[in-house]
Each structure stands twice: as C-alpha cells, then as structure tokens.
C-alpha cells in the first residue's frame, strides 16, 4: 500500500504540485477577500458570517499547505532510500541477453574484431555499454562512496544497484534509474556501518519488454573509517 503511494505520487508529482498549487491560490485569495469584508463589517452578526469564512478558507489553505509540504517530503526523502523493487516492477531473471543488448562475442574463425573485453576482475560487464567506472574491479573503499557508471542500451527500461557481502547472495539496492547514463554519479554507497571486508557491487538492468540483462558484478574491500 505504501509502495503503491510513493509509486503514485513520484509519478505524478508535477500534477499534484499544479493542483496543490491551485488549490492553494484560491483559497488564499478567497481568505484575504473574506478578511478585508471582515474588517469592512459594521455589524456584530455580519462579522460572525464573515468570520466563518475566512475560517473555513484558512483550513482549506492550511490543509492544502500540509498536503504539498507531506507529498515534498515522501518523494525528497523517502522514496529515494526505499527498495528499488518498491518503485519500480523487478521482472523475472533471464539469462538470455534481451534485444538490444548484444552479448559481447569472439568470431568463430578468428578474424574480424571481437567486442571489447570486460574489465578484469568483472563478471557479466560490457565495456562502454554496462559497467561500473567507478570504483575498478578489487579497489578499496572506504566512508560514503558514490559509484559511478555507463548504463548504455537504447531499449533500456531501468537499472539498479546493489551491494552484497563476497560469496553472499544477500543484495541489498542502494539506488534504481530508468535513464541512459554514460560515466554517471549515482546515490552514495554509505559504508561506515559496515564491517570492513570483502564486497559486491552489481548492476541490473532490463529493458522496456521486461528482459533482464546478466548482471555486472564487481568485487571491492571496505576498509575501516
């Protein structure tokens, strides 16, 4: 239930601001307009009609102020540390790379160019197409770290990543997108409450028919603040 409100109110933010906004603009000018009848009014039951007006405009005003200022809040600070699975749907794992998104291939007979080979140290990384570029595959971290990556395919859908203790399947989404991104900066990885070792890092994505990429993992080590 939750989930499916942040989902709405991310999606149509610049709607409900507009409306919120509008909302907000007619009951503030209705207000200063009962206000300045109010203090036109001569006599004592004309003041007390007039009086419930600007009561019930200022609710209105009030209420309409709470609600932009809760939906501010829920998008700026809230959906951004949930779960990527919770803003975005996560499809089923296929290992079969969606269209669009070419595998990297060696000719059978040798000759030609092959595609790129992934950085070393990398599972499942394309070069120029889906990788990290920071940090490299076995480099030290420490504090907040704020990978950075290239998430290339002209189909794409979205993309999240995640982080993993080494040889754990325990990932845990830091930060989810849906936009191409070439050397991009995504959210920072914070890992002053973790204890220091050896980590995972890995990018998943899938494209707008819900296909799923094999993922690209690196692996790095954490060291102590």
């Known amino acids: 239930m939750v989930e499916a409100l942040l989902r709405f109110l ?12 509008g909302g907000a603009f007619i009951s503030l000018r209705a207000l200063i307009l009962a206000w300045n009848e109010w203090r036109l ?23 309409v102020v709470l609600i932009g200022l809760s939906q501010f809040c829920l998008v700026s600070f ?7 699975s919770a803003l975005l749907a996560t499809p089923t794992l296929s290992l079969t790379p969606p269209s669009g998104i070419p595998a990297p291939t060696t000719p059978p007979d040798g000759k030609g160019t092959a595609s790129p080979a992934p950085p070393p140290g990398s599972v499942g990384c394309l ?3 889906f ?12 504090g907040k ?20 203790p ?5 990932w845990r989404t830091i930060a989810a997108d849906n936009q191409i991104r070439i050397d991009y900066e995504l959210n920072p990885w914070d890992t002053t409450a973790l204890t ?19 993922p690209c993992i690196i692996p790095v080590r954490v060291l102590a603040p």
């Open 78 to 84: 809230v959906a951004p540390y949930l779960p990527a």
């Open 145 to 164: 770290v704020a990978p950075r990556v290239t998430v290339n395919f002209s189909d794409l859908g979205f993309f999240k990543y995640e982080y993993a």
């Open 127 to 129: 070069p120029n197409q």
């Open 196 to 214: 220091p070792g050896d980590y995972q890092l890995r990018l998943v994505a899938t494209n707008n028919l819900g296909e799923t990429l094999p």
């Open 166 to 170: 080494a040889g754990s399947d325990d």
């Open 41 to 63: 009014a001569v006599f004592g039951l004309e003041k007390e009609l007039i009086f419930q007006r600007i009561r019930l405009w200022g609710s209105f005003f009030i209420l």
């Open 10 to 21: 991310k999606e149509y933010e610049t709607v409900l601001y507009l409306v919120l906004g």
């Open 131 to 142: 990788l990290f570029t920071f940090p490299q595959p076995g480099e030290q971290v420490k």
